[in-house]
């Protein structure tokens, strides 16, 4: 992948061209740290420390670098952000849906199996996870996948964005426990597997 930039009326501001789509309609403009969390590419601009403002439009990333920032310094810190963003498909708004997330093949290996008898209750849970929970990760560019249910506990695996995402246990045990636990008495707990 390459790409492209070109200057702009105001000095402290380059337009970099990725040679794709970058918003499908619209624009958006991040003029600080705090708007740029609602885009992990406008976030990761921002986290450079010299950027002070990023804009999307239609095929292109406008970035503002900070008063007293060398753009021959800036430049390629930039660059490398965007073809890190780009090439990897990464969603460019906080809950962005999944479809940019490459979901690694089930191992079925790995499920820790059921107790015996249990079948209706991991009936049930597996229908919560499909219809509840799964939408709501997807949401944050991930997947959840059941493994198990023993003595009480139900085994999951968190994929893709959630995978090692420092929320993804407050997640499991605040969210999903509880729902989990509301809707089938038989759960006691909720673990990543």
């Known amino acids: ?12 501001t380059l337009k970099f061209l990725p040679g794709q ?13 705090e708007e740029a969390e609602a885009s992990p590419l406008a976030q990761a601009l921002f986290d450079t420390g010299e950027v002070t403002g990023v804009f999307f439009g239609s095929d292109f990333v406008s970035v503002t ?25 990464a969603p460019l708004f906080t809950g962005g849906d999944a479809s940019g997330i490459s979901v ?3 191992d079925e290996e790995a ?10 209750i991991v009936a049930q849970i597996k229908e919560l996870i499909e ?5 709501a990760v997807a949401n ?33 045990k605040h969210g999903i426990e509880g729902l989990l636990k509301h809707y089938v ?7 990543a597997a």
């Open 1 to 12: 992948m390459f790409i492209e930039t070109e200057t702009t009326p105001n000095p402290a």
């Open 21 to 33: 789509q970058v918003m499908p309609s619209g624009t958006r403009d991040f003029a600080t740290p």
């Open 65 to 89: 670098a900070a008063p007293g920032v060398a753009w021959a310094d800036l430049k390629p810190q930039v660059v490398a952000v965007l073809l890190d963003h780009f090439v990897s498909q």
């Open 104 to 106: 690694p093949p089930e």
């Open 111 to 120: 499920d820790l199996g059921d107790d015996e008898g249990t079948e209706e």
């Open 131 to 135: 219809t509840r929970v799964r939408p």
């Open 140 to 172: 944050d560019g991930g997947d959840i996948r059941y493994r198990g249910f023993r003595s009480g506990v139900v085994y999951l695996a968190m994929q893709g964005a959630c995978s090692g995402c420092p929320s993804s246990t407050a997640t499991l």
């Open 185 to 191: 008495p038989e759960v006691q707990e909720v673990r």
